[in-house]
């Protein structure tokens, strides 16, 4: 019972970090996309 419970934390821990890096990514490729615009302009 007390594994479980440590599992299934576990998988929570992991998938926020999975989302954290994925948002991450999101507003670095917008940040980076907003730079090359403004090189461009």
């Known amino acids: ?3 479980l419970r440590f599992f299934i934390s576990y ?3 992991l998938a926020v970090q ?3 890096v994925m948002c ?3 507003w670095v490729d ?3 996309i ?3 615009r403004r090189l461009a302009s």
């Open 1 to 3: 019972m007390n594994f």
């Open 30 to 32: 917008a940040h980076s």
């Open 34 to 36: 907003s730079y090359a």
């Open 18 to 20: 999975k989302w954290h």
């Open 24 to 26: 991450n990514n999101i």
């Open 11 to 13: 998988a929570c821990f």
